[in-house]
């Protein structure tokens, strides 16, 4: 028998909110979390008291965890994650808190993912990152995370033929949306081509533009049940579908394939749609090869065919393509909270609540999420399907 | 302020610097079902048992990939950049990160790996063999 995951139905996922982003704060992560809660409450109208399930990503809340957050807010819960998979966390914590729905374990789970940033936190997350990063890797130059993608990057064009003005498509498509979008940390600066491609090296293949800013900031959404958010009278969204792999394809020298091919076609399949219905797409963008990746692993393109892809695709919000990372992604917007920013924003696009970055008609959602290069690769993928309830 | 490179280390890693012989390549080997493991653990990768030797094992390999460093977040690094940093593909199995000692072209390089000591810090180094009919 082939284990797949069960329907999500009955569970809607209300109230996306961002706490905005800043380069640097002088406040803790349970700042940027608790202000994500304060701010779901106010956009469902729901009393604290209501909220009996919490799930939190972050890389920056140690010493505290999940539980010293519950004490923190004054909550009561009977149901606790902390959701650590880096950038698949969102996605992932989206359907966990689902189940927790369905099988009666909670009423409303509020899911966040939020970090802070001082100019020292950077490094400390990556110099003690993983016991094998801090033996094999940082040892070796201590670029962070720059130095295993630029390996990647570089490996991919050697493979596939694609160049840095492949990449340029996406960082520059993307820069274009941030500047409709006020939350976006780099929004106010234009980036054309010529500009993605005179940019400082900064590893090998990668140049300033093919990398993120680490900010503070907070995302969140509430999952709870259809019943209860047509009781509350706010619009909600459903889980077509959703799924996860972990250190998938391990023996490859090399990651030029992540998890994603391995379930996407039964997302598809789940949902009833194929690639060609997904009106918008939010990829997770630690650097534009990985977006290149789940454009292939997702099936909007063959293996290896990412670049092609970006050449004949336009990628903006408004321009008629795929639009995609439609509020400008991490690339333009900032990195923080763990790959929540592609699920809150792909539940303001269906929701038409995306103000000056809006798909028009965008009905059918896919949000995709990488993570945690515990050595030399992401180790964790995960995507899901979303729709306007009705 | 004179500045080392980071010495932080797991206590495996520990292991893997007090083994490393100058020029030698040892790494973790299973003594049940015989796997090259890198980085080092406690547990065999394999058939999770624990009986692990640190082994003398084939240096050779094939690079995947190199880039150079530009940046680094340790001042020690910054001072040497760019660093040449290189994947290579063991023949004994593992994929290690090691500094590539000389610039070469992408494409069927073979290299070989081995301890070397970086200012008083346990690294591995990657030569690239076959360079002679390379531009």
Known sequence: MTVRPQPYEGVALIAPVTVPYVRYSEHSAAWFIGSALAAMLQSSGLEKDAVDGLSVSSFTLAPDSAVSLVEHFGLQTRWLEQVGVGGASGVVAMRRAARAIQCGDADVVACIGGDTADPRSFTGTVANFSQFSNDAVYPQGAAGPNAPFSLITQRYMDTTGATREDFGRISVSQRYNANHYAGALLGHKTLDMQGYLDARQVAGPLHLFDCVMPCAGADGFLVTSVEKAQELGVPWLEILSADERHNAFAADPVQLRGGWELFADDLYSAAGVSPKDIDCLQTYDDYPVIVMLQFEGLGFCKPGGGAAFVRDTVLTFDGGGLPHNTNGGQLSVGQAGLGFLGVVESMRQLLGAADKHQVPEASLAMVSGYGMVNYDRGLCSAAAILRKGM | ?135
Request: with cysteine; proline share 8%; glycine share 6%.
């Open chain 2, 1 to 135: 302020m004179s500045v080392g490179p980071p010495a932080l280390r797991s206590p495996q890693g520990t292991k893997l610097d007090e083994h490393a012989v100058e020029g030698e390549l040892t790494l973790q080997q299973c003594s049940v079902c015989q796997t090259v493991q890198y980085p080092p653990r406690e547990l065999c990768r394999h058939c999770l048992g624990d009986e692990l030797n640190w082994s003398a094992v084939s240096r050779g390999g094939d690079l995947l990939a190199y880039s150079e460093l530009q940046h680094s977040l340790e001042p020690f690094f910054q001072e040497q950049s760019p660093w040449r940093l290189a994947s290579v593909k063991l023949d004994c199995g593992p994929v290690v990160l090691a500094r590539l000692t000389a610039s070469c072209p992408s494409g069927n390089i073979r290299v070989e790996v081995s301890h070397t000591t970086l200012a008083g810090s346990c690294i591995l180094q990657a030569s690239p063999l076959n360079m002679e009919n390379k531009p």
